[in-house]
């Protein structure tokens, strides 16, 4: 089992920064993949970046050259820097892991871009 607790999120205007934070604790050794996914309210969750236990990074379409995944493995802590936020940005991101076949899940985190 993984336990994950996200944090950083919160309200920005177009064209801010924000970094969230993604700590796992548990099983964290079993850990593969991380990354993070966001949902707006009525559409499906997407993923937005992930990275492997060897620092392989992966980012979607939308984000890329904007939001950079990281992960700092001597404080078992996975970031998601984002810059020049737009509004389109607005959701809530979740935090994930990959363990075997197995995905756990954040409690999510609010982000919000105002115009």
């Known amino acids: 089992q993984v336990q994950l607790v996200e944090s950083g999120g919160g309200l920005v205007q177009f064209g801010g920064s924000l970094r969230l934070s993604c700590v796992p604790s548990?099983?964290?050794?079993?850990?593969?993949?991380m990354g993070w996914s966001r949902q707006v309210p009525g559409k499906q969750r997407v993923s937005v970046a992930s990275?492997?236990?060897?620092?392989?990074?992966f980012s979607a379409d939308s984000v890329r050259g904007r939001f950079t995944i990281s992960r700092d493995n001597a404080k078992n802590t996975v970031y998601l820097q984002m810059n020049s936020l737009k509004p389109e940005d607005t959701a809530v991101y979740y935090c994930?892991?990959?363990?075997?076949?197995?995905?756990?899940w954040g409690q999510g985190t609010q982000v919000t871009v105002s115009s």
């Open positions: 990275i492997t236990s060897d620092g392989s990074a």
């Open positions: 548990g099983s964290i050794f079993s850990i593969s993949v």
């Open positions: 994930h892991a990959l363990v075997g076949r197995d995905q756990f």
